[in-house]
């Protein structure tokens, strides 16, 4: 079902909602990577939809189908339009316990909402920090410095938006680009306006995240996604690096894994493990009883074999 829900500043964000197939095990909201619109999401969503899980996608404020105020700034992806999801979500299943993807971006951000301490569990795929120093030094080391300093600066100014797709990444409104670019320059890469560390709501992530990256990612290198584990020094993190043979994949990258060719296996695993951390604390008294959502506005699977580099901190 398609959407267009208010963020809480009016701002109105396109959405779409899959419908749990019954009984209800918990509700998800993805956090889409820089850009990417939320349909790329869909064959995912739809799968973790059939395994029990409503879930939510949505575009961020400048992309897609939602609304594109000038004045929009990567900062308020985190800091409104995914805390105002989040609401829409506890409004639509109250009392149902709440889990969260996130891809890229869309794991870098948490603790941008104030509400993130209602979230349950979280999954976090190819999420890293983007300063350029997490980098192998080299050509790859060379292309984050040329994209914060050079690209996003003189292609914005020169076309008056950021045409990611000329240089291999997402096309953004001008304002997001140029504070996508401030955090990239900024050692502490989440960052304020004057590059200090942006972290107001960090100490409230203390729920379990599973935490993806792959061998054959370019834009998450396994020391950039390392650099960004001590943003939630609460959470416990179960890290994995893995192959694309782990996941059953000739080439998993960046965005492999929500392509509709990924093998099922690792949809199940990550359904299964969100369904496990969803319903294993009594102390939060979430329940997974089926419910039927408000009316919104206008079984064994398969596991990992993970044969590469494992972590784990609390």
Request: proline residues 8%.
């Amino acid at each position: 079902m398609d959407l267009m829900l208010p963020a809480r500043d009016g701002v109105k964000l396109a959405a779409t909602l899959f419908d749990a197939t019954p009984p209800l095990r918990g509700v998800l909201l993805v956090n889409g990577g820089t850009g990417i619109p939320r349909q790329f999401y869909g064959a995912f969503a739809a799968h973790l939809a059939s395994r029990g899980f409503a879930v939510l996608t949505y575009d961020y404020r400048g992309i897609g189908g939602s609304d594109k105020p000038a004045a929009a700034t990567i900062d308020q992806w985190g800091s409104i339009d995914q805390p105002s999801m989040i609401d829409h979500l506890a409004r639509l299943y109250p009392g149902v316990p709440i889990g969260l993807v996130g891809h890229s971006f869309g794991g870098q951000v948490l603790g941008l909402a104030d509400n993130i301490a209602s979230v349950r569990a979280a999954v976090l795929i190819t999420s890293q920090s983007g300063h350029w120093r997490h980098w192998p030094a080299g050509r790859r080391r060379l292309r984050m410095l040329a994209l914060w300093w050079l690209l996003i600066p003189g292609l914005t100014a020169l076309t008056g938006r950021f045409p990611g797709t000329w240089i291999g990444t997402a096309n953004l409104p001008a304002n997001v680009a140029r504070s996508w670019a401030r955090w990239g320059r900024s050692r502490h890469y989440v960052c304020d306006a004057s590059g200090g560390p942006l972290r107001p709501h960090n100490a409230e992530v203390v729920f379990p995240i599973r935490w993806l990256s792959f061998t054959d990612d370019p834009i998450a290198p396994y020391g950039a996604v390392e650099a960004l584990r001590p943003y939630y020094p609460g959470a416990t993190i179960e890290r994995r690096h893995l192959s694309p043979a782990d996941l059953g994949a000739e080439a998993v990258g960046h965005f492999g894994f929500f392509r509709k060719s990924m093998p099922r296996a690792g949809w199940d695993d990550i359904a299964s493990w969100l369904d496990s951390r969803l319903h294993d604390s009594q102390a939060h008294g979430q329940t997974g009883r089926e419910h039927q959502p408000e009316e919104a506005p206008a079984c064994q699977h398969p596991t990992f074999s993970p044969r590469s580099r494992m972590a784990s901190a609390g």
